[in-house]
């Protein structure tokens, strides 16, 4: 497949900062003491979901001309950063719930 694209180098980012801030949130949720705390990390998710529809819609067109491989990985990228987001939804509910 040779060298990462910035797009997919961006994209993968924003995942592993999506996964440290449910970890963050998580943890917070284990006592429900901090719920703002923990809003806060699930807008910062939401932002960077809103971040990667970006990344991937400006990648979109340039995909066409590439391997159906490269569409695949990038397809994949997005839906990591969408179930985080789904994810963040959930412990939204949870925190709403417990307040």
């Known amino acids: 497949m040779g060298k990462p694209t910035a797009p997919a180098v961006e994209l993968a980012r924003i995942i592993q900062e999506c996964c440290l801030h449910l970890e963050f949130a998580i943890r917070a949720l284990r006592s429900l003491k901090h719920p703002k705390i923990i809003q806060d990390h699930l807008r910062e ?4 979901e809103n971040e990667a529809d970006n990344i991937y819609r400006n990648a979109d067109g340039a995909l066409f001309s590439s391997p159906p491989e490269i569409r695949e990985v ?4 997005e839906a990591s950063v969408d179930a985080c987001k789904a994810v963040a ?3 939204s509910e949870i925190v709403v719930k417990g307040s």
Do not use: D, K, N
């Open 45 to 48: 998710i939401t932002r960077l």
């Open 74 to 77: 990038y397809a994949w990228l």
């Open 89 to 91: 939804q959930v412990i």
